[in-house]
């Protein structure tokens, strides 16, 4: 049996009277990359705000390995090891980005190792060592990206969420920060859950993918069957069949509805 | 002329240290603490009880004093402030006012009404700079007290906030607090750290201006209005700018209690940092030292 670091069971989690997740369960082995992939409003974020403590789910567990960890304060999961590089990058605006960077490691209980993680971060990213001592509001949307995944890392996660990481990014800098996830991901270990519209890129580096609709999981599948699947193709990749058209169109709904 | 510009600089620098106390709240959790003049009146009791009463000596009971009027903002923020996080803006407004009375009402229950005062090792001794046929430049010891412990607090913050693990997590929990969140910095407890700052600032401002003034009752704390006018003058969310804009009105008030016609001076120099406000309101609106700077949660 595989290991599963982080399980999610039947989390229902409200924003005041909307519901925004309907029961939602999955899964994400130690050392895999899995996804959630999902249009706007789905409960992407909601998902990983649960899961990091933001937000408390009504009904649900959460389990981190053999801990529940539902309904915990935010710094308190950042201290069992899990990072959350929220959508939208979130930097610290008037902190250099060397700060930033220190205070991704705010909640490490074992302060040494700081220094070689610091290299460690900057190899991955070579323009946040460039860029050091500058403000962090003055980087461009790619290299604050950037700057998020990094503070992240210096928190040395066992699980990183990652929320959205290629929204508003080039196709070059979507392709380069893709990279450098799925080598974070081979080269430190890190496992990660990470929630994507960019279904076309999160299947080709993930293992294994849930689709989320308007709070529910309605597919889950191994990531390489997913890019086979007829409706994942239609509805997330753009990919249209000429045999699909006209009159026929409207028995071409999704198959889970 | 000199004696009048360091005597301003001196009741500036109170104001300013006062409008720090304002801004720090302010930046970090966007509450304004009406409670500010208080709090800082609360800890010059304090200081008073220990030292004049208590018989301690001035620098051991000045440390005591700030370090328990700290603390006392402390647990004010945690055991109440925190508390209603989420309400209104305006319940916040309320509730610091509220305890502005209350701690008014408490200090006139336990200490009376009447001025009281400690005596600190440099007193009022005044130095008489040079001898001129025009007259002698005099210089209040306390106001150069006030000017050096002002440069001092503030070389202190400075470090802090730049250099140390915890004063940078402040700033961080300022400037973004739902990342803060994520970074695990325990955000809640941050605040009311800010809030221990904020108050032991306030009790510096109120120790050094004691001897300055004599005397002191339960009112002291209405001063904070004029620091409040300081922190709106240089854009109530700059340190700096705290600092300048109580450091403006000082000097501003003795030059027109100095210079200004007998009554007029009397009625006007009082207010005289509102007027510099208006002036400033009407073409900065923002403040002088305006940071604009995109604030999320
Ligand atoms: N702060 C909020 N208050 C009220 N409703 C909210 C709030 N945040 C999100 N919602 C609602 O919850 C649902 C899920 O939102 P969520 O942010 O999780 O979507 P998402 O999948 O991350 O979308 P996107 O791709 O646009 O980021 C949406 O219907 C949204 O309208
Ligand atoms: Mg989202």
């Known amino acids: 049996m595989i290991e599963n670091l982080l399980s999610v069971r039947n989390i229902e989690t409200y924003y005041g009277p909307i519901m925004a997740l309907r029961g939602v369960s999955l899964d994400v ?56 590089v929220p959508e939208g990058r979130e930097v610290f605006p008037l902190l250099t980005v060397r700060e930033n960077l220190s205070m991704g490691a705010f909640a490490r209980t074992e302060r040494g190792g700081i220094g070689a993680d610091l290299e460690m971060v900057f190899d991955y990213f070579p323009i946040l060592q460039e860029r050091a001592d500058q403000q962090a509001g003055y980087l461009s949307g790619g290299q604050q990206q950037m ?27 979507v392709k380069e920060i893709f990279d450098i996830i799925r080598r974070l991901n081979k080269e430190q270990g890190v496992t990660m859950l990470l929630v994507e519209q960019n279904a076309n890129m999160a299947l080709q580096i993930a293992g294994y993918g849930y689709v989320l609709e308007l709070g529910r999981i309605v597919m889950d599948d191994a990531c390489h069957r997913l890019l086979e699947s007829e409706d994942i193709k239609e509805f997330y990749l753009g990919v249209k069949k000429d045999a699909v058209r ?12 | 002329m000199i004696q009048i510009v360091v005597a301003g600089v001196a009741q500036g ?57 700290g603390a006392f903002g402390f647990f004010l923020d945690k055991l109440m402030l925190r508390q209603i996080i989420g309400q209104p803006q305006f319940a916040v407004v309320i509730l610091t006012i509220a305890l502005g009375f209350i701690f ?21 001794t005044i130095v008489t700079l040079n001898e001129s046929e025009t007259g002698n430049t005099v210089i209040d010891v306390s106001d150069l007290v006030i000017i050096l412990g002002t440069i001092i607090l503030v070389a202190v913050m400075y470090a802090f906030f730049r250099f140390t693990r915890i004063g940078i997590a402040m700033q961080a929990a300022s400037q973004n607090q739902l990342a803060a969140c994520y970074m695990g910095i325990p955000v809640k ?42 922190a709106v ?65």
């Open chain 1, 147 to 173: 700057l998020a995944i990094a503070r992240a890392l210096m928190a040395r996660p066992r699980l990183m969420l990652l929320d959205e990481p290629s929204l508003g990014l080039s196709p070059i800098l």
């Open chain 2, 13 to 69: 620098c109170v104001y300013g240290m006062i409008a720090l106390g304002f801004v720090l709240i302010y930046k970090a959790t966007e509450q304004v603490n009406f409670a500010q003049g208080d709090i800082m009146m609360l800890g010059m009791f304090t200081a008073f009880t220990l030292i004049a009463t208590g018989g301690l000596s001035w620098w051991l009971g000045i440390v005591l004093a700030i370090a328990v009027t």
């Open chain 1, 29 to 84: 082995p130690k050392g895999q990359i899995v996804t959630v992939l999902g249009a706007n409003g789905a409960g992407k974020t909601t998902i990983l705000k649960t899961v990091s403590g933001v937000m408390d789910p009504q009904k649900g567990s959460v389990t981190f390995e053999d801990n529940q960890i539902q309904g915990s304060d935010p710094d308190w999961v950042a201290r069992q090891g899990i990072a959350h």
């Open chain 2, 104 to 124: 008014r009402s408490v200090a006139g229950g336990v200490w009376g009404a009447d001025p009281v005062s400690f005596t600190t090792p440099y007193g009022r």
């Open chain 2, 189 to 230: 407890y941050i605040f009311s750290l800010i809030w221990g700052i904020s108050a032991a600032v306030s009790c510096v401002a109120g120790i050094l201006l004691a001897p300055k003034i004599a005397t002191f009752d339960p009112d002291v704390g209405f001063l904070a209005i004029t620091a409040f006018a300081a």
């Open chain 2, 233 to 297: 003058i240089g854009g109530f969310g700059s340190l700096p700018g705290a600092l300048l804009g109580g450091l403006i009105i000082g000097v501003t008030e003795q030059l027109a209690q100095a210079y200004l016609p007998g009554d007029f001076a009397r009625a006007v120099a009082p207010v005289s940092g509102f007027v510099i406000l208006l002036v400033v309101l009407l073409v900065r609106p923002d403040g002088l030292f305006a940071q604009t700077q995109r604030k999320k949660v």
């Open chain 1, 246 to 257: 006209g009159r026929k169109r409207w028995r071409r709904k999704k198959t889970w509805r």
